[in-house]
C-alpha cells in the first residue's frame, strides 16, 4: 500500500509522461557554440603566442646579449681597481684561531 503511494502520485506520474532530458538539444547547441567559441580564442592565442611572443623574447635576448658584450668590452679597457683603505678589514676582536681572514675570505677577490 505505501509503495503505491509513493510510486504512483501524481507528481511522480507527471515526469514519467514528460520524461526527464539531462541533455536537451538547447543545451547541446549551447555546448557546440561554447567549443567553436574556444576553438576560435585558442587558435588566437596560438598565433599570439607564435608571431608576437617568441619574436619578442628573441628580440630581448640579442639586446640584452648586445649589452652583455658592451659592458665586458668596456670592463676590458676599463679594469675595477680594488683599493684598500685602512677601514676595510678592520677587526677589533681577537683572530680566528684559522688566521687574520673572515670565514668566507677569497684572495683572489678581497
Known amino acids: 500500500m505505501a509503495s503505491r503511494v509513493l510510486f504512483n502520485s501524481a507528481a511522480l506520474q507527471s515526469v514519467k509522461r514528460a520524461g526527464v532530458r539531462f541533455s536537451s538539444t538547447a ?4 555546448q557546440e557554440a561554447i567549443r567553436a567559441h574556444a576553438a576560435k580564442s585558442a587558435d588566437t592565442w596560438k598565433k599570439i603566442s607564435i608571431f608576437v ?7 630581448a635576448g640579442f639586446n ?6 658592451k659592458h665586458h668590452e668596456h670592463m676590458l679597457h676599463h ?6 683603505y685602512e677601514y676595510m678589514n678592520w677587526r677589533a676582536k681577537q683572530e680566528f684561531f684559522w688566521g687574520p681572514e673572515s670565514l668566507f675570505f677569497n684572495p ?3
Open 108 to 110: 683572489k677577490v678581497n
Open 27 to 30: 543545451s547541446a547547441a549551447e
Open 53 to 59: 611572443c617568441i619574436p619578442a623574447l628573441a628580440a
Open 79 to 84: 679594469p675595477h681597481v680594488f683599493v684598500n
Open 64 to 69: 640584452a646579449y648586445n649589452l652583455y658584450e
